[in-house]
């Protein structure tokens, strides 16, 4: 068994042996750029039996890959799945970017961030990423479940770096920009953020983010950023109250959202941010003129429901530290760290 | 006037009683007693002309069963800053402060059960609540081994960075 895909600080390897051969056979396969590739070749370089090749290339068929065969050539790959696998996501990686240098990719799991907390809880290196095509327990806010059936981008993202805490609610303010940045490079579509961190397409919702930290004295110890995002999905997967607020970029756009390159940009976006954040520098200040021209949320009459109650009046401002400013119809001016600005509908 | 040690002895008295409130009133001074009524309501010693009595009984007052707590000492130096959130008194218990300002959340979600009663066993890494801002979840460690003594922040309330949250008896 190779050793050089096992992260050296990783305690348990985050991928199996098995699905450390798979991105192996899979990156054979992107180096021979559209060739043949023999099993018989990839036996000997990966030191495994030719049976044991087949059985990872009808693994690599069950989850979407596809091949032809031609006798005495070997394979050829022909399809690529729109699935996050690490050498699916790496050449679309920045040079420099460390995060996404680790994938946990799953079929089907309760909450990637469940996933990458366990994950890690077990050593799991910085940048580590846990995909699902399906969640069936994908987690919202407060305890609220996020609709995440297949054609979805569910992912999670782990950092380890000792962000001051003053700063990394940022984190989620800055993931949800670089989304914005990613998803409006990839389909040409104008995306919204509505504060603090959702993304609307056209008033409806197309990306949530949460992110669960653990912090040690007053710097963080892990995030783990959550990002569900209504990519691929039909209109006709939503259920009806989900509907009036939720939107799917492929029907906006009439062909597929690439995962792998959104989660690319979003990835190469966001390292060189958190290491600053982890200097103790802030950086929502140099995105806040963008991110202030795309919040809709800025300068409208708003209803936000906050823990302490309703606050309604209208959105002034966002300052530096991501605070939303309501001026009530008294007159008050309410500084807001936690709420959900409601939809028209009056729903979240 | 009262000596120290009797305004002392006066007040492990009312501690040992279910009485909230004791007033002594003479021609040379007035000494007032309280005890909180509710979580939250700070316990009052008022003196008049013994000032160095009252520093005396607050500081008691701060060491003794009452659910009353000194302010956190938080240093604004650079250094030390794992102790900041984490601050011993006397009696052996520490008072998890909160190092961020944002929402406590005593549970994961509305309708969950809270992640500690007072009481409850914690060892350093039991959650014992979430503090959050802008949809950035910090879930807060008892950083202890311990009891949970006293709760000190209501579910849903603003924390600032530095309020006291929890007290946890060592054991």
Not at chain 1, 264 to 277: I, N, R, Y
Not at chain 2, 33 to 52: C, I, Q
């Amino acid at each position: 068994m190779e050793q050089r895909n096992i992260h050296p600080t990783t305690r348990i390897p985050v991928r199996s042996e098995s699905e450390q051969i798979r991105d192996q056979i899979i990156q054979f396969f992107l180096q021979a750029n559209g060739g043949f590739v023999s099993t018989r070749d990839l036996s000997v370089r990966l030191g495994i039996s030719r049976t044991a090749v087949w059985k990872h290339i009808q693994l690599l068929e069950s989850i979407g890959f596809s091949f032809t065969v031609q006798p005495r050539l070997g394979h050829r790959l022909e399809i690529v799945p729109n699935i996050i696998l690490l050498p699916l996501l790496e050449r679309h990686l920045s040079a420099t970017c460390q995060l996404g240098r680790e994938v946990k990719w799953l079929s089907e799991v309760d909450s990637t961030n469940a996933v990458a907390t366990r994950l890690a809880a077990l050593g799991a290196p910085h940048g580590t990423v846990v995909v699902a095509a399906r969640q069936t327990a994908g987690r919202g806010r407060r305890g609220r479940t996020w609709f995440s059936p297949v054609g979805g981008l569910w992912v999670s993202v782990l950092l380890r770096r000792p962000i001051p805490l003053q700063h990394a609610a940022e984190l989620t303010l800055l993931s949800s920009f670089a989304m914005r940045r990613a998803l409006m490079a990839e389909t040409n579509l104008h995306i919204d953020v509505k504060w603090p961190n959702d993304l609307l397409y056209n008033g409806k919702k197309v990306c949530g983010i949460l992110a669960e930290i653990r912090s040690e004295g007053e710097s963080l110890a892990t995030a783990v950023l959550g990002m569900g995002v209504n990519t691929n999905l039909l209109a006709t997967d939503f259920p009806t109250d989900l509907l009036k607020n939720a939107a799917t970029l492929s029907t906006a756009r009439n062909q597929p959202v690439s995962h792998q390159k959104v989660l690319a940009q979003v990835l190469s976006q966001l390292d060189p941010w958190v290491e600053q954040l982890s200097t103790g520098q802030s950086v929502f200040p140099q995105i806040a003129k963008e991110w202030r021209q795309s919040c809709i949320t800025l300068g409208q009459s708003v209803r936000v429901n906050t823990p302490a109650g309703l606050v309604t009046g209208q959105a002034i401002a966002v300052d530096d530290g991501g605070i939303l400013y309501v001026r009530t119809q008294s007159g008050l001016m309410q500084k807001i760290h936690t709420g959900d600005v409601l939809f028209e509908e009056g729903q979240e | 006037m009262l000596k120290i040690g009797e305004i002392r002895e006066l007040i492990r008295l009312l501690d040992e009683t279910h009485l909230v409130e004791l007033r002594i009133e003479t021609d040379d001074m007035k000494l007032l007693l309280r005890k909180p009524s509710f979580a939250g309501e700070e316990g009052a010693v008022v003196t008049d002309g013994v000032t160095h009595a009252k520093r005396l009984t607050e500081s008691y007052a701060a060491s003794s069963r009452t659910d009353v707590f000194p302010a956190p000492t938080v240093s604004s130096a650079g250094g030390a800053s794992a102790l900041q959130d984490v601050v011993k008194d006397e009696d052996n218990a520490v008072v998890i402060n909160s190092p961020m300002v944002g929402t406590f959340y005593r549970a994961s979600a509305p309708d969950a059960p809270p992640f500690v009663e007072i009481g409850s066993r914690v060892t350093d890494k039991t959650v014992v609540c979430i503090v959050e801002a802008m949809k950035l979840m910090n879930e807060i460690e008892a950083e202890v081994q311990g009891e949970v003594v006293a709760i000190l922040a209501e579910n849903g309330q603003l924390v600032e960075y530095g309020q006291p949250l929890f007290k946890i008896k060592q054991v």
